[in-house]
């Protein structure tokens, strides 16, 4: 049971309905389904918690918050997506032979499906393994005593605004969503 969910949920995604086929399609109890998947659920919590205790989660955590207390959501599309997808379906990319393996197109087709909540394709090692060394650098740029004090240094800024300050141009949320083009230039 635990591998035909587990697979099913993989290759569609974690949506309501794929959970409602996964369980109609299975000849297991319905709260049996559940039980587990809730039991895993809260398993996978309690370790992404224990594993997140480092500064960068913890200002990725009161980014969210503040993001929740604005309702930037009901502003945001999904531009860095469409992005991402276009450069995957639309650029000249160098073929993987030239980039020592790595697969630039089905590198980007991941990225702009997890911005987009899509389930990501299956990468080939060598392209997976690239894409976890970006991400590693990433969060180690992030993670410097500079990132550090900028992420506070707005965060003070803007912890005044109870709303989506009056300053951000609403077209251009997802852009731009703390409205720092308009602060950088105010300096």
Known sequence: MKKKILNHLEENGCSKKEVEKVIESSKFNKDAVLEYMNQRIQMAQMNVHEECQSLSFTNIESWLELFKKWRLQDFCL?????????????????????????????????????????????????????????????????????????????????????????????????????????????R
Do not use: W
């Not at 180690?140 to 605004?161: F, P, S, V, Y």
């Open 78 to 186: 999904y531009e860095q997506a469409m992005v991402i997808n276009s450069i995957a379906n639309n650029e000249d990319l160098p073929p993987p032979e030239e980039l020592e393996g790595v697969d630039l197109k089905s590198v980007y087709r991941f990225i702009g499906n997890a911005l987009l909540g899509l389930p990501q394709p299956k990468l080939d090692a060598r392209s997976a393994e690239f894409l976890a060394n970006e991400f590693e650098l990433l969060v180690g740029e992030a993670n410097t005593e500079a990132g550090d004090k900028d992420t506070l240094r707005i965060r003070e800024q803007l912890k005044t605004h109870t709303e989506l300050p009056g300053f951000v141009q609403i077209d251009k949320c997802s852009t731009d969503p703390l409205g720092l083009g308009v602060i950088n230039s105010n």
